[in-house]
Every structure is written in structure tokens, then in C-alpha cells.
């Protein structure tokens, strides 16, 4: 089955930096979007960016400028590199994958970010 296991969250003060990647094994990979949603305390889930398979890329108004997302297909990878980071990017960050027309999406188990001095 589907599995993506992220690293790379931690603590970081502001202003600072930290490259998330999500390794996603149990399927076919280059063929589906991939991407990073994110949840606060007391806030809803948000997508933060988002891969498509031929490369292509939104963001969250919130983190434009500052995060960049890119994936491997070689590696069946993708990377969220975020930087100049604020407080109010502290979330718990959840890797996305897209499932087949016939299936459901697929989530990472989640990595905290936490942004503070």
C-alpha cells in the first residue's frame, strides 16, 4: 500500500529555514500531483503548495515568495523548501499525494514545524 513518510521538520527560529521531503513508496509516482498541506491549533487544514506531474506549481498566497516545492520522480520524493519562515508557519505539515480516479488521496502521518525565537 501507499505509504509517505516526511522529514525534516523541527524547530527554527524566524527568518530561518527547513527543507521537508516526503518519500512516497507502494505506488506509481510520476504521474500524480504531490503536495503540502498544513494545520495550526484552531485552524483549518491548508494547502500550502502543490506539484503537478509535468512540474507545475501553486502556493498559498501566504507562503509565495518563500517556500518552494519541487519533487524527484527518480526518487520518488517530494520537497518543500521553506524559508524566511514566520511564527505563524507553525503547523503540523502533511505530505499529499494524489490518488487514481478510482482512489483516495494519500497522506503523510504529519512532521511540526515549529517557528520561534
Known amino acids: 500500500q501507499v505509504q509517505l513518510v516526511e522529514s525534516g521538520g523541527g524547530l527554527v527560529q524566524p527568518g530561518g529555514s527547513l527543507r521537508l521531503s516526503c518519500e512516497a513508496s507502494?505506488?506509481?509516482?510520476?504521474?500524480?500531483?504531490m503536495g503540502w498541506y498544513r494545520q495550526a491549533p484552531g485552524k483549518q487544514r491548508e494547502r500550502v503548495a502543490r506539484?503537478?506531474?509535468?512540474?507545475?506549481?501553486i502556493y498559498a498566497d501566504s507562503v509565495k515568495g518563500r517556500f518552494t516545492i519541487s519533487r524527484d520522480n527518480a526518487k520518488k520524493t517530494v520537497h518543500l523548501q521553506m524559508n524566511s519562515l514566520k511564527p505563524e508557519d507553525t503547523a503540523v505539515y502533511y505530505c499529499w499525494k494524489e490518488g487514481a480516479s478510482s482512489r483516495g488521496d494519500y497522506w503523510g502521518q504529519g512532521t511540526q514545524v515549529t517557528v520561534s525565537s
Open positions: 507502494g505506488s506509481i509516482f510520476s504521474i500524480y500531483a
Open positions: 506539484i503537478s506531474s509535468s512540474g507545475n506549481t
